[in-house]
């Protein structure tokens, strides 16, 4: 499932090479150590990369964002075509944003639960 949705991906950016938000960097969702068998170690190293997603990706956002006002700033809105293909891309931004949100907050709540279980099992 991972290879089709890579395939996908590249296919999507590779058709959509005008689109200018491509050259935004998705960051890599983290494993999220299970906090019921990690060590403290693990723990750290779980949730320095999980700082550190979230930190890429409120970055990632804003480059969509700023993507999404250059390239609406560039439209001659009497072009059809180039406010079509500019709708269309901006569509692509808007979902993509989403999905990045919709991801982050699984990742916060997977690290909330995982640091439950960590400090559950100490006890």
Known sequence: ???LETTLVALLLSSAASFSWAE??????PNVPNGSEATM?????????????VANGDAYIKCL???EKSAMSGIDSN???????????NAERIKTHNEVV???????AEWKESMTAFKSKDS
């Open 102 to 108: 919709d991801e982050m907050t699984t990742v916060a």
């Open 65 to 67: 964002e700023a993507e």
């Open 1 to 3: 499932m991972r290879t």
């Open 79 to 89: 072009d059809e075509n180039a406010v079509a293909e500019a709708e269309a891309a």
């Open 41 to 53: 170690d693990e723990m750290v190293a779980g949730q320095t990369a999980v700082k550190a997603y």
């Open 24 to 29: 935004c960097e998705r960051p890599e969702r």
